[in-house]
C-alpha cells in the first residue's frame, strides 16, 4: 500500500458469506458492548499504581472514553475451563476477567464490542498438548470463527453506521481474527473502516525482504503510528529464554522465504525502546505477578495493575530459529523496585521456553497498543472522506 489511508470500499458485510445461528440481539451473548448492563469491560477496575524504580508509588486512575470517535472489535484468546471440546455460550468469571485484564484498557479510545463466541477450550488444548485424547471428542474450529463472523454481521447491521475499527486478538482470538480478516478485508482497495488490526501472540507470516504478501496479501505490518489499514504482531519472549526451534510463533513453517512477522508496539519503525507494561497485582491467569514484592520494603498497593517505567525494554529480533519479540528486564539490585516480573507459562515445573511469555503477551505492551489505537485513530478522523 502506498498510502496511509486506505482507499474506501462499499459497506463491508452485504456479501459475509458464513456465521452461525447465535443470535447476537441477546445481550447475554456479548462480553462488552455499550450500554449492555452487565459489560465485563465497563465493570472492570483498570485503576493503576505507578511503580518507580526509587520505590515512589503514584496513583493513576483510569478514565474511559464515552464519546470515543472509533470501535474495537476483540476476539479473547483461549480461556474456557469448560469440559467439552468447544465452550458454550454462558460467559464465566475467565471469559469475564481476559476481556478485563486484555481489552478494557483500550476504552479510554474507542467504543468496545466483544462477543463471547464458542471457542475451542483449554480442556481441549490440553488434551492435544498432552496427547492424551479425551476432552469429549475433537473440537470444531469453525464453530467459534462462524459465532465471530455471526457477531460482526449483527454489529454491522445495528452498530457501526461507518465508523473506523480496530480489531484486537490474542493467541486464538488473533488466529480467529486472521481467518475474518482474510476473508473480509484482505482485498483492494481496502475498506475504509479498516484503522489496524493488533493480532498478539500468533504468527504471521511475510516474506523476509517485505512487510506484506505472505498471510496477508494486502494487508502489511504496520511501519508508523499513523499508518492505516496495517497490522500490528508480535509474541514475546525473555531476552534470556530465546524461542527454541519447535516455538509454535518464532517460526515460518520451514519457508526460507517467509519469516514470522513482528512489529515493536513502542517503536513500530524498529530497534529498540521501553515497554509502557500494565501489569496484574493479583497474580495468575492471564497477567503478571512480581517476583517477590514490588519494591522493599514492601508497600501495600491496592490496585489491580501496576506500571513498571523502565524496567522493561522490547525489540523485534531474529535467532536461528525465527523472527520474535525480546522483551528484556532490567532489574537493579540497588533500586528499591522489583528486578523481576513473572508470566511464563509453566509445565511440570519448569519454564515452557517455547511458549515465550505468551501468558502477558498483551500485558508488556498494553500501553503502546492503547497509544497506538489513539494516533491511529486520529490518523483515520484526519483522512479525507471518500
Not at 486506505?6 to 441477546?26: L, R
Not at 472489535?73 to 480461556?79: A, G, K, N, Q
Not at 497506538?372 to 483522512?383: E, I, N, Q
Amino acid at each position: 500500500m502506498g498510502s496511509n489511508t486506505p482507499a474506501a470500499t462499499p459497506a463491508t458485510g452485504a456479501d459475509i458469506s458464513g456465521g452461525s445461528d447465535t443470535d447476537y440481539s441477546k445481550p447475554e451473548n456479548w462480553l462488552c458492548r455499550p450500554e449492555l448492563s452487565d459489560d465485563a469491560c465497563a465493570s472492570a477496575n483498570l485503576d493503576t499504581t505507578i511503580v518507580a524504580a526509587d520505590g515512589t508509588l503514584t496513583p493513576e486512575p483510569f478514565t474511559p472514553n464515552k464519546e470515543a470517535p472509533i470501535d474495537c472489535f476483540y476476539v479473547y484468546p483461549t480461556i474456557s475451563r469448560d469440559m467439552t471440546p468447544n465452550s458454550d455460550l454462558m460467559a464465566g468469571p475467565e471469559e469475564r476477567g481476559v476481556a478485563a485484564a486484555q481489552f478494557a484498557r483500550f476504552g479510554s479510545q474507542c467504543r468496545l464490542f466483544a462477543p463471547v463466541y464458542r471457542q475451542v477450550t483449554l480442556t481441549a488444548l490440553t488434551s492435544s498438548l498432552s496427547g492424551a485424547g479425551g476432552g469429549g471428542g475433537m473440537p470444531d474450529q469453525m464453530l467459534g470463527y462462524s459465532d465471530v463472523i455471526s457477531a460482526w454481521k449483527y454489529y454491522l447491521e445495528n452498530d457501526n453506521k461507518g465508523r473506523g475499527v480496530v480489531f484486537v486478538g490474542h493467541s486464538q482470538g488473533s488466529g480467529v481474527l486472521t481467518r475474518f480478516l482474510s476473508q473480509l478485508f484482505d482485498k483492494e482497495p481496502v475498506d475504509s473502516r479498516f484503522i489496524a488490526a493488533l493480532l498478539i501472540g500468533t504468527r504471521v507470516q511475510v516474506p523476509v525482504d517485505a512487510p506484506v504478501g505472505g498471510t496477508f496479501k494486502h494487508l502489511p505490518l504496520c511501519t508508523n503510528a499513523d499508518q492505516l489499514g496495517c497490522i500490528v504482531t508480535y509474541a514475546s519472549f525473555r531476552s534470556t529464554v530465546p524461542p527454541p526451534a519447535n516455538s509454535p510463533f518464532a517460526s515460518a513453517s520451514g519457508d526460507a522465504a517467509m519469516k514470522g512477522g513482528c512489529t515493536n508496539p513502542a517503536a513500530l519503525e524498529g530497534g529498540s525502546a521501553p515497554l509502557h507494561a500494565y501489569l496484574s497485582t493479583r497474580g495468575g491467569g492471564l497477567g503478571s505477578a512480581a517476583a517477590g514484592p514490588w519494591v522493599t520494603p514492601d508497600k501495600p498497593i491496592d490496585t489491580p495493575y501496576v506500571s513498571v517505567p523502565g524496567l522493561l525494554t522490547g525489540e523485534c529480533v531474529s535467532n536461528a530459529n525465527g523472527t520474535y519479540f525480546e522483551v528484556t528486564v532490567h532489574g537493579d539490585p540497588a533500586d528499591p523496585r522489583t528486578d523481576d516480573i513473572t508470566g511464563d507459562i509453566m509445565m511440570n515445573g519448569m519454564v515452557a521456553a517455547s511458549w515465550g511469555l505468551h501468558l502477558i503477551d498483551m500485558n508488556v505492551g498494553m500501553g503502546d497498543l492503547v497509544e497506538l489505537v489513539r494516533v491511529k485513530g486520529a490518523a483515520h478522523g484526519a483522512a479525507p472522506m471518500p
